[in-house]
């Protein structure tokens, strides 16, 4: 049986008031606490596995944990327990009483929101607004991500990555013509063919509000919350890289990281630009065929990916989130001309965030009609959770 090494676990406590109590990310703080050139593969790999998967089961390993002693020693001893680890020797680490935590386990078991670590107001929001669904949706939220590629089609095809991963021997599944999903978790940022633009790491239900904006050839598109550049990537791709997409983004980190990965790829048709020019982003009303707005949301229907993101939402936040979502909407509605599109995303499964968002949207502005839309739920095998709508601008 495994047994936890003493500085690892302290690396793990102070890993998890970071996140838990100080609100820090956990990519970053696992790669803080694992960067160290110190540390072995095998111990870098048993510190963030403990963190990653302690934050996503977080209200479990709370609820199970024992009474006495310091509240993140006994979380992390539930969690050495559950998963078969023993810890340290020290006596601050050796607190569990098996049959007490056995009784825990079974309690825990028969409620899911603990089973399955929903913060309780979410619990509820969820049962109430998605009574058939949303079980499911927090049971997924709990297993472990697949890992999908996009295919630049531009450049590469779905037969010719599988060649390249086969004489590398990565293990995939070619799932379609443009898409492949990793039968394993590697690193990527080094391999040749991703630095050469061949594909982007995309989950599959992302991909799909590419294709449901089926943007055609020259088009003029706007992509009103572009963040990281996935989506404008992917319509540029669809495009040919005919056309111009204008990328826009409040976050300018997040602007940064997207030029960076535009240098890997054949795209000349995208132009990034953030919201500080108050007179550009004037001048935008009636210039675009298209606009995308994914919107800034709970993050509900990815909660196995941004695993941190369930504990740091508030109803407050929630509530500035719609407002925010609700504010870009109507901005860029100008920017369409008419006969033109308007398509709302977020990766949230929350109907207020979704359906009741465009109900609210279309009731004030008239000049917009609802053409389709579909709503993807997270499948615990399969793609994230999704919201997608195109609306049109009537010609008059």
Known sequence: MLKARWSHCNDIRSALIEIMNEGGNTEITVKKYTSSPHKGSKDRRFIAEAIFDIVKNYRFYDYIKPERGDSFIAIITAYFYQNQILPPDNPEWQIIDPASIDQKIQEANLQPEVKYSVPQWLFEKGSQSLPNHWLG?????????????RVN????????????FSKLGIGHTIVNENCIRLHNRINLNQDR??????????????????????????????????????????????????????????????????KNRLQRTP???????????????ESLNNSAEMVLCDVPCSATGVMRREIDQKWKL????????????????SMSSHWVIPGGYL??????????ENQNQIENFLRSHSEFLKIDED?????????????????QRNEF
């Open 343 to 352: 398509i709302y995303a977020t990766c949230s499964v929350l109907p207020d």
């Open 375 to 391: 709503q993807l739920y997270p499948e615990t095998d399969g793609h994230d959770g999704f919201y997608m709508c195109k609306m």
């Open 193 to 258: 063919a991703y630095q050469n633009g061949w594909y982007e790491i995309q989950d599959k239900g992302s991909q799909r509000i590419g294709h449901f904006c089926n943007p055609h050839i020259g088009m003029s598109i706007i992509d009103a919350c572009c963040g990281g550049g996935g989506k404008s990537l992917h319509l540029a791709d669809l495009m040919e890289n005919s056309g111009h997409i204008l990328a826009l983004d409040i976050n300018v980190n997040a602007l940064k990281s997207f």
């Open 267 to 281: 795209f000349t048709n995208i132009s990034i630009a953030d919201y500080n020019d108050a007179h550009k982003i």
């Open 137 to 149: 949706i927090i049971a997924s939220s709990i297993t472990k991500a697949p890992i999908y590629l």
């Open 314 to 329: 508030t109803p407050e936040q929630l509530n500035r989130l719609m407002d925010t979502q609700s504010s870009i909407l």
């Open 153 to 164: 089609n531009t450049i590469s095809d779905c037969n010719q990555l599988s060649r390249y």
